[in-house]
């Protein structure tokens, strides 16, 4: 992105839309690394656009539009990440032993042993 030397509202709200376009894109090519460099930008030009006071808001629909979306977007990344820490913490946890009840309903623990490595098959 340019430095923005021309701080006009138009010039910040085109900055701005591209800026939405970049982080849609790092969020749906799941290239997460980049949105925090992507937020640090954002904020800056949230920032700038705060101050001006003669800021129409049709100006800023589209803008608003892609926010929506991309919010949408990484509460949806945000469910995948944690829905894998989930399945890590399990595999965890059945890599320690099998933890089942007998029959008069005690918890009864069967610890694993052999090699704790991952085979792949094609």
Do not use: W
């Not at 030397?5 to 085109?14: F, R």
């Not at 640090?40 to 589209?62: C, S, V, W």
């Amino acid at each position: 992105m340019s430095a923005l030397t021309d701080q006009t509202p138009q010039t910040l709200i085109n900055a701005l839309d591209e800026l939405l376009e970049e982080e849609r894109s790092a969020l749906t090519q799941g290239e997460l690394d980049k949105l925090e460099g992507i937020l640090a930008r954002k904020e800056e030009l949230f920032d700038k656009l705060n101050r001006i006071t003669d800021l129409e808001q049709g100006a800023l629909d589209t803008v608003h539009s892609k926010v929506t979306r991309n919010q949408a977007l990484l509460g949806s990344a945000m469910q995948g990440i944690k829905a894998v820490a989930t399945r890590m913490a399990e595999l965890r946890k059945v890599r320690r032993g099998l933890e089942v009840y007998n029959r008069s309903g005690q918890r009864t623990s069967y610890t694993t042993s052999g090699s704790m490595k991952l085979e792949k098959r094609a």
